[in-house]
């Protein structure tokens, strides 16, 4: 057995994933995903006698992610897995996924060195 | 800088005086762990942007085909035609040690076909956009990947940034500073007893002229 994948998402979005075999979920509000996501990752399964979380990759769309308070997110990002990851919606790209990088250099050297 | 509060004792002395040695280690140690790990991060940020721009492209090109597919569709038949996938996705998950942090790394396994409707009620435009989310799709598991390591990698290069300041700007100052307190307060206490001692053999000495007269 192996890990899943899953999408959080609005409708339009996740439907196109739902053909690939994700497991897809709807959420319309910040709230919502916020609420998703703690369930997601609860949800685990065996693998090789050792328990483990479900989803290795919960994809999350830019809208949503923005929205997610930081100390929610900073409770979900704390284990290995899963690996929270804003991707774009079908109302296309934001500036969010480059800017969360961003702040991963901030917080790795003190300063956004690698520029916008 | 500010010393430590401790009595200024030989025993502290020395005590003090292996502290600041095991902190200059760890201070090195912990240096030399930030460089390994900045020079990881840097790698795989690098990387990420890339990847992210990648996928930003490809995934809206994968969007459009899907509402042009879902505008010529009616979205009943649309969410009947998708309901029960065929197609799985399965992970892999190894995980690799980088200056003891693990790392994740995804191994995508696939089986089934995306295009698993009839064709009869569907457009041919769903098909296209669906092989165009199973292009992207790879890619996006990549992204995942390489942000999660990112993640992973800021997070402990934080947390070693903020030891290493912490070793070299206030412990390893503070216990130097309490080492020179305590050997000058040991000094000038030898010399105040070298100074009475030479007061009291003089005071002696006198009190012995004074009796043999």
Known sequence: MNYSIAIIGNKETIL????????????????EATATLFELKKETIEIKGDT????????????LAMNIKDEDYKKLSLSSLPAIIPVPSSKGATKYGLARIGKMVEQAIGSDIMGA | MAKLDVKPTRMELLNLKKRVKSA?????????????????FMEIIREAKSTR?????????????????SS?????????ALLYPSAKVELAVKTKNVMSVHIPYF???????????GYLQTSGELDIALGAFQEVFPLLIKLAEIEKQAERLAAELETTRRRVNALEHRLIPDLVETVKFISMKLAEAERSTIVSVMRIKAMIEAQEELANV
């Not at chain 1, 196109?16 to 709230?31: P, V, Y």
């Not at chain 2, 200059?24 to 990881?40: I, V």
């Not at chain 2, 191994?107 to 409707?117: A, P, T, W």
């Open chain 2, 24 to 40: 200059k280690r760890g201070h090195k140690l912990l240096k030399d762990k930030q460089d390994g790990l900045m020079k990881t």
């Open chain 1, 52 to 63: 483990k979380p479900k989803y290795a990759i919960i994809f999350i769309t830019e809208e």
């Open chain 2, 53 to 69: 721009r990648e996928v930003e492209e490809k995934l809206s090109g994968a969007f459009k085909n899907f509402m042009q597919a």
């Open chain 2, 107 to 117: 191994d995508l396994k696939q089986e089934g076909d995306i295009l698993n409707y």
């Open chain 2, 72 to 80: 010529m569709m009616l979205p009943e038949m649309l969410e009947t």
């Open chain 1, 16 to 31: 196109g994933f739902k053909a690939l075999g994700l497991e897809t979920f709807n959420a319309n509000s910040s709230e």
